[in-house]
């Protein structure tokens, strides 16, 4: 019950923070709109380097332009949205550093709605716009036998991939408190990680989508809805069922990301740094 | 009188690491904060003093939630601070005085737009708190400045307005006058003479600036080492730190310096003009007649003792006994 009440409190917070910064980026519009733009350009880059690498061969690893494209725009979208909404928790250790966390603790709100919607920059909307864009064209492009299962899917995986990649940012986040330059580390984790997704499974090595199915579950993504969607063999030789399984995997990236958030605040409230 | 904030035995102790060697560290044990114990009643304004890392700053911390203590017992308004934070918040403000909790790149009125909301203050006694701040902290023309552009007057006077709209039982300064010019300083001071007296807001400030505590608090606790070492009224340090008044006396003529009975003595001589120190704690009165009755006197004055000096002395004093 609580920690209901504690949830919504959070959420609460986060848009009246989130919010108030909206308001302030729209008092200069054609700023706002500019680096919209500029944001969309930046990172369609990634893209433009995959067409570029289509200019000269047919297919990656096995896959398809059409095909990668969905890898891409599962990825890029479930990213776009984590990073908009999460992306400024990896500023904490700076926070930390300077003192100013502090002022955090001493108001009525959580302190992670706080941290997370803190300098909530609209202009990120630009990698997310871009993931959907990219994912539109591959879901047209490519040859998939539609079902309602797999209409379904797409969504449900969306939604999944952007709490996996939130639940990293967090716990990346937390991590700052014992080691407050450690937002490079975190960086290799979350940018690192969608760069990853954006190719097929089969141009990596065995240990590396092992490490990226069993250990960072990152592979729920995209990598094995999207085998799913294409009648794809799945990494790994993962179960039927594993395409559906983004739920409970988001469910268990989120609990462990909570409880070391939780451990990194009690910790900062202990010692102080 | 009710005790609005309580702390019985309090211990903040950290552990420093520190490197000596490539991979060596040494652990070491400090205690910030020492069986801390006092309580302050409702309406009071208590002045926080002490030397650096005597503990002031720990002590604001855990009163506030944002520090846990390692040890005993500790409650404002009848809450445990470190278990209830948020709870807490909505009834205390709190302004840090070399860091703002304003919205540092937005104007000052966006802060106070998101104080209004984030503390469910209603509507009306929101737009009457705020009218009332900008009137006496002089902020009519700051509202749609962004905070980074503030001068650090005009970004303090933000900060207390701000830690002020949710009309808070208890606020805590600390170092609120760090760093203002005089100007600056008498508005803050005057404002908060006023806040106590009016509103009966707690008050528990700390700073390095005494006139602070002359000027606002009729109570005063001095911290050390994590300790209390003096607890009362500001008068009475002058005692405890065994500090000294001195009697300036102008003579008709050039005179040796004055017999006077021990302990007061002549401590300087400038032609017709005598210096004689005497502990603060006698009356001048005896040593005033003697030298009436003796000397060919034409003017005197007491100055009292410099509070600096004596609290210098005191923690001096402490030192002393500390490191035998």
């Known amino acids: 019950m609580r920690g209901a009440s504690r949830a919504v409190e959070g959420v609460r917070a986060y848009g009246l923070i989130a919010g108030m910064w909206i308001r302030s980026t729209m008092a200069y519009r054609a700023s706002f709109v500019l680096t919209v733009v500029g944001n969309l350009l930046l990172t369609g880059l990634d893209f433009v380097t995959i067409l570029l690498m289509f200019s000269q061969v047919d297919a990656l690893g096995g896959w398809t332009l059409p095909e ?57 909307v630009g990698r997310g716009v871009q993931g959907v864009v990219v994912l539109g064209w591959a879901l047209v492009a490519v040859e998939v036998d539609w079902s309602v299962g797999k209409v379904l899917l797409v969504p449900v995986t969306v939604v999944c991939g952007a709490v996996i990649f939130s639940a990293l940012f967090v716990a990346g986040g937390a991590f700052q408190f014992l080691a407050q330059d450690a937002a490079e580390v975190q960086n290799a984790f979350t940018y690192g990680g969608t760069t990853l997704l954006q190719y097929p499974p089969s141009v990596f090595g ?49 609990l462990p990301a909570a409880a070391v958030w939780r451990l990194g605040l009690r910790s900062y409230r202990s010692t102080g740094s | 009188m009710e005790a609005f904030i309580e702390l019985e035995r309090v211990e903040k102790v950290f552990e420093v690491r520190r490197r000596t060697g490539f991979l060596r560290r040494e652990r070491r044990q400090v205690r910030a904060v020492d069986a801390l114990s006092f309580t302050v009643a409702r309406g009071e304004m208590v002045g926080y003093i002490g030397p650096n890392g005597a503990g002031k700053s720990t002590t604001i911390k855990m009163l506030t939630g944002i520090l846990t203590p390692s040890g005993g017992r500790l409650r404002v308004a009848g809450i445990d601070p470190s278990r209830e934070r948020t709870r807490l918040a909505h009834r205390m403000g709190v302004v840090f005085g070399q860091r703002t909790t304003l919205w540092w790149d937005l104007p000052l009125i966006d802060s106070y737009k998101l104080m ?83 509103r009966a807001t707690t008050v528990l400030l700390t700073t390095h600036d005494l006139q602070d505590i002359e000027q606002l608090c009729s109570r005063v606790m001095v911290i050390d080492h994590g300790r209390l070492v003096y607890d009362g009224a500001l008068a009475g340090l002058h005692e405890a730190g065994e ?32 210096w004689l120190a005497f502990p603060a704690s006698e009356p001048a009165a005896g040593l005033v007649a003697r030298i009436v009755a003796e000397y060919p006197l034409v003017d005197l004055s007491v100055r009292e003792p410099d509070i600096e000096a004596v609290i210098a002395k005191m923690y001096a004093d402490r030192t002393d006994r500390a490191v035998p």
């Not at chain 1, 594993?242 to 739920?247: E, I, L, M, Y």
């Not at chain 2, 500090?243 to 310096?257: A, I, N, Q, S, Y």
């Open chain 2, 116 to 198: 209004h909301r984030m503390y469910r203050i209603p509507d009306a006694r929101y737009r009457e708190n705020l009218d009332r701040l900008v009137e006496h902290l002089d902020l009519g023309e700051l509202l749609d400045v962004p905070v980074r552009q503030l001068s650090l007057g005009q970004r303090m006077r933000g900060d207390i307005a701000a830690a002020l709209l949710h009309d808070p039982e208890v606020l805590y300064l600390d170092e609120p006058t760090i760093g203002l010019d005089v100007v600056s300083k008498t508005r803050v001071r005057d404002f908060l003479r006023e806040l106590n007296a009016e």
């Open chain 2, 243 to 274: 500090g000294e008044r001195t009697l300036v006396v102008d003579l008709e003529r050039e005179l040796p310096p004055i017999e006077a009975p021990a302990p007061a003595r002549v401590v300087r001589v400038e032609g017709p003009r005598q």
């Open chain 1, 68 to 124: 990668v494209a969905l890898l891409y725009g599962l990825s890029v979208t479930a990213f776009g949205i984590a990073q908009l909404a999460f992306g400024s928790v990896a500023s904490l250790g700076g926070r930390v550093r300077d003192g100013s966390f502090d002022t955090l603790l001493v108001r009525p709100v959580p302190v992670l709605a706080q941290v997370a919607a803190d300098r909530f920059a609209l202009r990120r």
């Open chain 1, 206 to 254: 065995r240990d590396l989508v092992r490490g990226v199915t069993f250990v960072l579950p990152l592979a729920f993504v995209n990598w094995v809805p999207a085998a799913h969607l294409l009648g794809r063999p799945y990494p790994l030789g993962l179960p039927e069922g594993a395409a559906f399984a983004g739920p409970l995997v988001a469910l268990v990236c989120v």
